[in-house]
């Protein structure tokens, strides 16, 4: 590791780290990585990871676990499947789930890329148990990524935070529904800065938005172009409670990136990348979990409280947050 630590640590890796690698599973699988997270009603910590197989093509797999760190027990076999026959844009694979439990609902919803000849889209489908699933299908063409349901509804309508490619750049928006199959009221709420900056062009929502009592706390990854590849990194921003669309603070500085050794090399090295968290009791602890390097899972500790100080002490000026050259006009209220 060749860094310095004379910033502020919020992330803290767990010692045991990586806690979930292909090994583990008892089926052949190539690699395991960027997992959704959610605790069951009963405290179990249940994790969707991403599993790529030997032809290169993604399924999702169930973890669970009563602690979230070790005593994993993996399905035996896919939790669910690609099924390009009933579903065309699911021919590439299955990827990067995030999970929301929907409070009006009852239900967990996942939304997930879908890989085909289009390129990555959004799908989403609904379970109760993460052992059957309803499918919704593609709720947002190509190329689009990155994306979670919030779990309330934002002025009466269901919210997708997700990321959509543009000839501008890759920035991080909003859309409503009514029905979770109609979406408009597309708004742009967070956007890859310039230049050279840790998130420039390209910037997406890692784990799904935390709700806090000053706002929705997001954790999004910033890609840094190199000449000797990307850097997957992490940053913080803080929405408005009841229109996300606004955002209140934006850290200037990456949180976490690639330093551990299962973090900087792997099938794809320098890439943290977080799909899940959970809280712990205190509603305080946040639990993260982040695929490393695309190869194998992460677990990292953090303070909500401590996270929110940070953004109060180290937000940039307006600059950080609406700059000119990439705000079409009203795309930011
Ligand atoms: C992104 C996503 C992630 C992946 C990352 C690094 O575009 O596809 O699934 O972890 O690239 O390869």
Known sequence: MNTNHRHQVLFHRHAGNPILQASDWSYPVHT??????????????????????????????????????????????????????????????????????????????????????????????????????????????????????????????????????????????????PDLRNWGSHRMILHARKGGWWDANKVGLSPPLIKTERGWLMIYHGVKHTAAGCLYRLGLALLALDAPERCLLRGDSWVFG??????????????????????????????????????????ATASVRELLSWLDDNSGGPVSMHPPSVAPAGALR
Request: charged fraction near 25%; proline fraction near 7%; glycine fraction near 10%.
């Open 32 to 177: 395991v990585f960027n997992p959704a997270a959610t605790r069951l009603k009963d405290g179990t910590t249940l994790l969707l990871c991403r599993v790529e197989d030997r032809r290169g093509l993604s399924h999702l797999c169930a973890a669970r676990s009563t602690n979230g760190i070790d005593g994993w027990v993996i399905d035996a076999e896919p939790t669910l499947r690609p099924e390009p026959e009933k579903y065309p844009e699911e021919l590439w694979g299955i990827e990067d789930p995030r999970i929301t439990f929907m409070e009006d609902l009852g239900k967990y919803a996942i939304a997930y890329t879908a890989f085909s000849r289009g390129g990555p889209g959004v799908a989403l489908a609904l379970t109760e148990d993460f052992r059957t699933f309803e499918r919704l299908g593609l709720i947002m063409q190509p190329d689009d990524k990155d994306a979670a349901l919030l779990p309330v509804k934002i002025d009466g309508a269901f919210a997708l935070i997700h990321r959509p490619i543009a000839d501008s750049g890759a920035h991080v928006w909003m859309s409503q529904s």
């Open 258 to 299: 690639p330093e551990a050794p299962y973090e900087q090399t792997g099938d794809v090295g320098n890439v943290t990348f977080p799909c899940g968290y959970t809280l712990g009791d205190d509603g305080d602890r946040l639990n993260i979990y982040y695929g490393a390097a695309d190869t194998c899972i992460g677990l």
